[in-house]
């Protein structure tokens, strides 16, 4: 990865919306040490990937950062304002020259609950970065192993606490799930419940195909709606596509799966615990074919 632009964003709401984005050096810091987004992981974010300079799936984006931040009982984020910065951004990176052959961009939004001292409102910032074209792993696929997450199905209504289904920047348990998928020579991870549902990867929404229909987990699970896999489930009109529940057998049982992400797109799994499983190249680009032509 690599840091092209950093806005920092006035929250506080006494300001007009262009006057609230501030241009930093992205070598520059931002956030103090006694932030809670950095001490307590107390905080919530986004990333949207660019595409003809645009980024994608915004509007969805910005939904799921305000449930995001209502799970965590954050102020709402002023939406016109993130709008604005990620839409800034997404421009800028796209710019001619901005990108190295093999490179594409992306914006990351970050909103923390602020200072845990001076309690003077929540902190933001916009970050565009250069990450690797998708197109290879696309191709070729990644290796999965099934993790139990170690909660019930039901863990967003029995414990709300524990947030599961928001898009917290408190990600040390799915980093440390993809350390072990490597320990284990995967690439990736798929979580199950303690009770046996299919729920989600760290970085990622599941789709599986079973009886030719493609189904993902419903976000009552605690999970994260997927913006990526709504959208292909949107663009491929002539599949049925369902929300809903899965057990760890389904995963057997599914004929294909993908995992989506925004960054990524959809990313055909092509083998599970060890196991081959098959890759459909032709459904993977007709995926991704919607993917990359959204205009939102």
């Not at 990937?49 to 950062?65: D, I, K, N, S």
């Not at 419903?218 to 990526?228: K, N, S, Y």
């Not at 002539?238 to 990524?264: H, K, N």
Request: a negative charge; charged letters at 25%; glycine letters at 10%.
């Amino acid at each position: 990865m690599r840091a092209l632009l950093l806005f920092r964003l006035d929250l506080s709401g006494t300001s007009a919306v262009e006057e609230s984005i501030h241009p930093i050096d992205p070598r520059e810091p931002i956030v103090r040490a006694t932030d809670l987004g950095v001490n307590r992981g107390d905080g919530v974010f986004e990333t949207a990937v660019v595409r003809g300079g645009r980024p994608q799936a915004l509007e969805a984006h910005l939904t799921r950062l305000e449930r995001s931040a209502a799970l965590m009982e954050l102020p709402a984020p002023r939406r016109d304002l993130w709008r604005a910065a990620v839409l800034r951004a997404a421009a800028a990176v796209s710019l001619p020259g901005v990108l190295e052959e093999g490179e594409i961009a992306s914006v990351k939004f970050v909103m923390t609950r602020g200072d845990e001292f001076d309690q003077g409102g929540p902190t933001g910032w916009v970050l565009g970065f250069a990450g690797s074209d998708p197109s290879a792993v696309r191709m070729r696929g990644v290796r999965a192993v099934v993790l139990d997450r170690g909660y019930r199905h039901d863990v967003m209504q029995s414990a709300p606490w524990l947030l599961q289904g928001a898009k917290s920047l408190a990600y040390a348990v799915n980093q440390a799930a993809l350390r072990e998928a490597a320990r284990r020579g995967a690439d990736d991870v798929i979580f199950v419940s303690a009770d046996g549902f299919v729920l989600e990867g760290p970085r990622s929404t599941l789709i599986a195909r079973i009886d030719g229909e493609l189904v993902t987990p419903p976000a009552e699970l605690g999970v994260l709606p997927g913006t990526t896999q709504a959208d292909a489930f949107s663009g491929i009109t002539d599949v049925p596509t369902r929300i809903g529940v899965l057990m760890r057998d389904d995963l057997d049982r599914a004929d294909a799966l993908w995992l989506c992400s925004s960054t990524r797109g959809a990313v055909p799994v092509g083998q599970v615990d060890g196991a081959e499983r098959f890759i459909d190249h032709d459904m993977t680009a007709r995926m991704n074919a919607a993917l990359d032509a959204r205009e939102d």
